[in-house]
């Protein structure tokens, strides 16, 4: 007979089901389903006992303007929208490796706040963190580490030090007892950071979770508790060392934010004039296939080198491949250049990459990612520096982009020429057909 009492809970996503299946089917991952029990134990007050809330009216409430900690790290305030929140919490995730710990270890030393940080690791013991600490030059009498993993010693540690910034390495190591004895299930990550968060709530201390993410999802992370937090920031590897940290939530700042790093031996170091970083040092000029956006990132303007190429289809069916750009996305580009512009891409496999390994995911591609194909599969390159950004629709027409002058000007910076949505300058007012924008943009390659 079944417990009552029992739910399977997907380690990659959170969902649960009253019975096992093989495949979740909120998030699709195979294999994620573990038993757990439902209902954890009533959750107990903090001995000085819960502020009892009351209804307020609304346009009475006060405006407090939000203040702002300085984390010391320019490229982290930014993505946390100008620095961290006084009792707001921000979840860290990444593959193992990737440099959440550094960045927090950096971010301890460096915070103009005033008081004891206190980074508490479920993960390495306090001589590795001393170890690394002393390298990237943040030992500091200010930071008390705690190797500690149960969450009620925690919250009493955490009473008795009244730290200014809380750092747990990571949700994963969490556990209460009470939850059974294993850290890491979906249980322990909730209730292990909610009650820390609430402390840090209560006491108006902001607090850094750090989460580790796996590709296959075969461990529960972030998502788990993505929706009880603030903000929510994930690192990305890009190419030659490169870091990227994303802000995918954040309710004090917006997002898609985008903090450039590159881990050095005394660790992360933010990149100053990242707008050339991912272009392509390469003699002569464009290959077919390669086009050139000025993609808006994270309130910047970045140039990359986004390349395709066609060959025809080895199984008969056109497939895409494309990890760094969504595939659908290309599917669709190359469907509107099939059927606006008479290139026959439904016999072909198309490929497509983004040099220097960032994802991109924004309106402004649509245009370059339509010369790269067009551009492949003609075998004729692209016209020399010039960048292109514009979205284009269905009906094959390129339309506007946000920010077309801060692309223009990055572009001319480092000597491009910026082809921008309809117009030159993306102050035309009509939309434009794409047949006609590569009829002309290619017009002296074909003569
Ligand atoms: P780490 O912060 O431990 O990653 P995470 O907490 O996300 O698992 O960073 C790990 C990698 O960074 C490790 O492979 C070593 C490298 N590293 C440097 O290159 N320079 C440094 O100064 C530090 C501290 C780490
Ligand atoms: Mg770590």
Known sequence: MKKTGTRFVCSSCGHSEAKWLGRCPSCGEWNTLSEES???????????????????????????????????????????????????????????????????????RSIRCQGTVLYISGEESSRQIAMRARRIGAASDSIKVLCETDVQGILRQMESIKPALVVVDSIQTLLSEELGPVPGTVNQIKYGSHEVSDWCKEHQVPLFLVAHVTKEGSIAGPKVVEHMVDAVLYFEEAEGGIRLLRAMKNRFGPVNELGIFSMEDRGLIGVDNPASLFLQNREGGLPPGAAIAPVYEGSRVLLVEIQALTVPAKSGVSRTFADRIDSRRVSRIAAVLEKHAGLRFSDQDLYVNVAGGIRLDEVGIDLPLAVALYSARTGLAAPERIVFAGEVSLAGEVRPVPQPEMRSKAAEKLGFTAHIGPGKDGRGKNMRSLKETLAELFAAKKS
């Not at 954890?40 to 007050?45: A, C, E, S, V």
């Not at 000085?48 to 010391?72: F, K, Y």
């Not at 921000?90 to 490796?97: E, F, M, R, S």
Request: aromatic share 0%; charged share 20%.
């Open 38 to 108: 439902a209902s954890p134990r009533q959750r107990k007050k903090s001995s000085s006992g819960r502020i009892s809330h009351h209804a307020e009216t609304l346009s009475r409430i006060p405006e407090d303007a939000v203040q702002r900690l300085d984390t010391g790290i320019p490229e982290l305030n930014q993505v946390l929208g100008g620095g961290i929140v006084p009792g707001s919490s921000v979840l860290i995730g990444g593959q193992p490796g990737i440099g959440k710990s550094t960045l927090l270890l950096q971010a301890s």
